[in-house]
Structures are given as structure tokens and as C-alpha cells.
């Protein structure tokens, strides 16, 4: 399909496909089948309700290809000597540890707008990964296009992808025995809203062979050169935790078994720090520094698609204040949309708070939006679309719908939704 005919397919199926296309009997069925709990997806669905949308998503498939050039730029970017050592000078000094590791399930979160995509952010293990294809799988294609794209899917290796990528970042710290035993580790992992994609994880890492347990940073210990669960040594984290310099007093066994090179972590401080810190995006947003810096002219030009960033300070205060509405105000070590405002809705009072905190300030790229039907009336609900990756290459691609400033799963109809390209 030309490019123009499929960007026309894709904006009107948005606007005016209200198919239900979630069969929520196969996704139960999927999900008690692969943890063998009956109630799971009852219990999901009663303490999430608005973790799965109902509608999928549909691009292009030329905004497919955009968002990869722009991950291809980004990841070119992270690799030239001079933007590390720019960007680890505002990294934590354990940042400058590296074991080669290229950090899993990278998140690439992006905006479409009728310029193209724009990438919003960059995230550190991004979740949702696992939900996201156990959604995809329980797609019912309801009409020729819907059926072209499942058609097209790559879900199919998406459970031996990620064994894989795994099994890479241990060979990557120099391990060449196999892989025996996983943590995954985060606080409080019990009251984690995504806990259950943990469980998911580990049933598919122990159908692998590979041992897993779910544990709080605190239940480690770091013993006779050995980072340890319960007397047992662990091989390698999945790190969920936010703590991306591992700075917690109850981080310090994983610290202490990192910095000795014990334990291999994924993704580690270091691909935070190169990939994700939002101060990078600074430069990210400044392709003539990066063509400068070595990186090839036409990568540059793809970082176009990368909203224009600035530091936010005290001496640019008044004329940021002023031009305030073009602006989303992020933290630069936040996460998960915390303390991030658009500048509209800002208040001096948060202003100050923003002036005395360490934030950016990107120009706004607005959302792509799909309508949706909710208690028979079409409503609008915006869209991120999020690219799952690994050293570049793109795992899966999944949307989130939701209303307000940033994505969250509190909005009727919202939650993740699959993506469509068409």
C-alpha cells in the first residue's frame, strides 16, 4: 500500500473503527494457562480494570520505519566518545562502570504528530512488555486490515527473543557457563502495579530452565564474592528498580556485587545513564553538537524527531515562564510521568518547586489520538506508542490510551492496546 493511502487507512481507522477486536476469553484462557492460576486473569482485572484497552491502535507503516531510524540514531548517538563522556559527567560516578551489558526491554516512547514521530523519552526497563504480547495474541481480526496486520505480526518469537537477549547480556559480562539463576528485583515487588508481569517473566524464564525468584533488594546479601538469595547464588538481575545509581542503603549488596563485577545486572546504571537520564535528550535534540561529535549526518537529521530540550535555570527563568505554554517540565532523574507538568496547567507555586529541583523543559509534541466508543459515545483518548528494544532492535510495539498530562491507567477505556500497521 503507498504511503499516503496507508497513512489515510490508518487516521480513519482511529477515527472510526470501533471494533472490539480483544477476545478477553482467549487473553484469560492464555494467561491461566501460562501460570496455571484460574483466578489470575479475574483478579487482574478486578485490581487493574484499566490496564487493557479494548482498541488497538493503527500507523503506517512508514511511522514504524521512522521510529526505528530515530532508535538507530539514538543508539548511534550513545556509542560516540564524546556524547558518553558529556553525558557521564552528569551521571553517578558507578554509571562509569562498564561491563559491556546493553541493557533489556529499553523503552522508546514516542508521540505521533502530522510531522512524523516524535520520541518523547527514553526509558530504562520499560514495562509492560510481557502483557503487551499476551494482549497482541488475543487479537480477533474484524476486518481485512486488522487481519493484514496480525498477519504481519512477529509475535511468534517474541518468548525465544527475549531468552535470547538474556543469554546476550550474559555473554556479554564474560560468562560463559550457562545462565542458571535470575532475580527480579524491585521494592516492594508484591505491591507493584506490574507486578504480575514479574510472574509472567519468571514462568517463562523457568520454562527455559533458568531459576527465578521475585525479590525486594533487601532479601540480598553479598557473601563470599557471591551476591546470594536465601544461600543461594544469583547470576543475574532484571533490574525493575528506579534507584537506576543503585544508591539505596538497601541496595547495597547489589551495589557492592556490581561494582566487583559478581553479579551481571540488566539493564545497569550505565545503559540509564547513556540511553535514558532526560538530560540527554538536551543533546539528542541538537543534531548539529551530535554531527559535530562524529555521528553521521543523516542519523543527525533523523534526531529532528526529537523535541527541542533545554535546561531548565534560574538565569533563563523569566523568558521560560513566559513561554511557558510550549513546554513539558520533566525532573531529570523522574520516571513513570512523576513531577512531570505541562506548562499551562503550571502554578508559581510548582514553578518554584521547579526552579529549586533539577528539570528540563521539551517543547511539546501533542499526541496522536484514537476515538474510542465508552457506554455507547464516542470519546477521544490520546496516544503513546512505546517501543520495546534490545540493542537496537525493535522486540514489540504497543500503544497506550489515556486522558490527562501524561499516560497513566486510571482512564475508562485507557490502558495498553496493541498497534496495528497498516
Known amino acids: 500500500m503507498p504511503a499516503q493511502q496507508a497513512r489515510a487507512a490508518a487516521d480513519q481507522l482511529?477515527?472510526?473503527c470501533f471494533c472490539v477486536t480483544?477476545?478477553?476469553?482467549?487473553?484469560?484462557?492464555?494467561?491461566?494457562?501460562?501460570?496455571?492460576?484460574?483466578?489470575f486473569f479475574a483478579t487482574l482485572t478486578q485490581t487493574?480494570?484499566?490496564?487493557?484497552?479494548?482498541?488497538?491502535?493503527f500507523l503506517p507503516k512508514a511511522d514504524r520505519d521512522a521510529m526505528q531510524a530515530i532508535v538507530n540514531?539514538?543508539?548511534a548517538a550513545a556509542r560516540l566518545p564524546a556524547y558518553q563522556e558529556a553525558v557521564l559527567a552528569w551521571a553517578p560516578p558507578i554509571a562509569r562502570v562498564n561491563y559491556g551489558a546493553a541493557g533489556v526491554f529499553m523503552g522508546y516512547d514516542f508521540h505521533l504528530t502530522p510531522e512524523g514521530p516524535r520520541l518523547i523519552e527514553v526509558n530504562t526497563n520499560a514495562g509492560g512488555a510481557f502483557f503487551n504480547t499476551f494482549l497482541a495474541r488475543a487479537q480477533i481480526a474484524c476486518c481485512a486490515q486488522v487481519e493484514r496486520a496480525l498477519a504481519l505480526s512477529s509475535l511468534a518469537t517474541f518468548d525465544d527473543d527475549v531468552i535470547a537477549m538474556f543469554n546476550e547480556e550474559w555473554r556479554r559480562q564474560g560468562r560463559t557457563d550457562p545462565l542458571r539463576r535470575i532475580a527480579i528485583v524491585d521494592e516492594r515487588p508484591q505491591e507493584q502495579?506490574?507486578?504480575?508481569?514479574?510472574?509472567?517473566?519468571?514462568r517463562l524464564f523457568e520454562r527455559n530452565g533458568i531459576e527465578t525468584v521475585i525479590v525486594d533488594?533487601?532479601?540480598?546479601?553479598?557473601?563470599?564474592d557471591l551476591l546470594q538469595h536465601d544461600g543461594r547464588p544469583i547470576d543475574l538481575i532484571y533490574n525493575r528498580l528506579v534507584d537506576f545509581a543503585l544508591g539505596g542503603r538497601e541496595q547495597t549488596a547489589i551495589r557492592a556485587a556490581y561494582e566487583g563485577g559478581a553479579v551481571v545486572i540488566t539493564p545497569n546504571p550505565r545503559n540509564h545513564a547513556l540511553l535514558a537520564d532526560k538530560r540527554n535528550l538536551l543533546l539528542l535534540s541538537n543534531p548539529q553538537q551530535l554531527t559535530n561529535w562524529?555521528?553521521?549526518?543523516?542519523q543527525a537529521a533523523t534526531l529532528n524527531g526529537v523535541p527541542k530540550t533545554l535546561r531548565v535555570n534560574k538565569a533563563d527563568a523569566d523568558q521560560l515562564w513566559a513561554e511557558r505554554k510550549n513546554y513539558f517540565f520533566k525532573p531529570a532523574a523522574g520516571h513513570g510521568g512523576k513531577a512531570v507538568y505541562r506548562g499551562d496547567k503550571l502554578t508559581k507555586g510548582v514553578w518554584t518547586e521547579i526552579l529549586a529541583g533539577d528539570y528540563i523543559a521539551q517543547a511539546i509534541a501533542p499526541p496522536s489520538e484514537r476515538t474510542i466508543k465508552l457506554d455507547g459515545e464516542r470519546v477521544q483518548r490520546k496516544v503513546d506508542v512505546r517501543l520495546y528494544a534490545y540493542d537496537g532492535a525493535i522486540l514489540i510495539a504497543a500503544a497506550r490510551l489515556y486522558q490527562g498530562q501524561t499516560t497513566n491507567f486510571r482512564t475508562p477505556g485507557g490502558g495498553f492496546a496493541p498497534v496495528f500497521f497498516v
Do not use: I, M, T
Open 193 to 202: 502495579y506490574l507486578y504480575p508481569e514479574f510472574l509472567l517473566a519468571k
Open 217 to 224: 533488594p533487601s532479601e540480598l546479601r553479598f557473601k563470599c
Open 73 to 75: 540514531a539514538v543508539e
Open 22 to 39: 480483544l477476545d478477553q476469553d482467549a487473553l484469560a484462557r492464555a494467561l491461566q494457562n501460562e501460570l496455571g492460576d484460574a483466578d
Open 294 to 298: 562524529g555521528l553521521d549526518a543523516e
Open 14 to 16: 482511529n477515527r472510526d
Open 48 to 57: 487493574r480494570p484499566h490496564l487493557f484497552s479494548h482498541a488497538p491502535v
